[in-house]
């Protein structure tokens, strides 16, 4: 499925946050959202899953003007949005979250789930706010698995978790990439978001400052610019 953000202005009440911003993910192909805090990655990710309508411009799904939609219209339609933080039930047990994920497919859900993370197989019957970071986020994850969605949003999955997990994430990334879904990727770990993706963004200030392939990012200064020396050194190494 390809999604595309078109001339998208968008604001929370009269604070604009985005400014006629164009971005593109193509079918099967993944898509870095790169920049610094406050650049409007996350208000980009909202728009384009339906959780905030645009002011200006449009959001298409395969060529298809779907800016109207509500945001659970968005899912339906094969979009998942796993937003910041640890999005899942933290009362219900892992079983039953991923019941609730799967709308409807219960088994085919705990199986893809199982096989991606075999941690959660002997989480079961946990509540999943009992468990640590790293497994209540690939319990998060799971839901990407469990709706069969052909557009996968991904906004920070990474942050505050532990290298060795990370590394696990983005291998289940590199996975759903390899089976043609389209992912749309804002991650602090630069390096390793642009090492899967096709193409990237770079927003500074609710504004696309930079599109093109990573190694192009790699080999300007546009990275150190905006998100620091560290962040370009790890990339260019």
Same mark, same amino acid.
């Given at each position: 499925m390809r999604l595309e953000l078109e001339n998208v202005t968008a604001s929370y009440g009269e604070t604009v946050a985005l400014w006629d911003v164009s971005i593109l993910l193509p079918h099967g192909t993944t898509v870095a959202l790169l920049g610094p805090n406050g650049a409007g990655k996350t208000t980009t990710l909202r728009?384009?899953?339906g959780l905030l309508p645009p002011r200006h411009g449009r959001v298409l799904l395969d060529r298809r003007d779907t800016s109207a939609l509500s945001p659970d219209r968005y899912a339906i339609a094969g979009v998942c949005h796993i937003t910041e933080g640890r999005s899942v039930f933290p009362g219900l047990t892992v079983r039953d979250n991923l019941r609730m994920f799967a709308?409807? /497919? /219960? /088994?085919?859900?705990?199986? !893809?789930a199982v096989s991606a993370f075999p941690k959660l197989g002997q989480r079961m019957q946990q509540v999943a706010g009992t468990m640590s970071g790293g497994e209540q986020q690939m319990l998060a994850l799971a839901r990407a698995y469990a709706h069969h969605s052909p557009v996968v949003l991904l906004d920070e999955v990474s942050m505050g978790l532990a290298p060795i997990v990370v590394d696990e994430i983005f291998e289940f990334l590199g996975r759903l990439a390899s089976e043609g879904v389209s992912l749309l990727i804002v991650e602090q770990y630069a390096a390793k978001a642009l090492q899967i993706a /096709?193409?990237?963004? %770079?927003? %500074? !200030?609710? !504004? %696309?400052?930079?599109?093109? =392939?990573?190694? =192009?990012?790699a080999d300007s200064d546009l990275l150190a610019h905006y998100l620091g020396h560290e962040a370009a050194g790890a990339v260019v190494s």
């Open positions: 728009t384009a899953s709308a409807g /497919d /219960d /088994d085919g859900a705990i199986d !893809r /096709d193409f990237v963004y %770079v927003m %500074v !200030r609710g !504004r %696309v400052a930079f599109a093109g =392939e990573p190694g =192009e990012l």
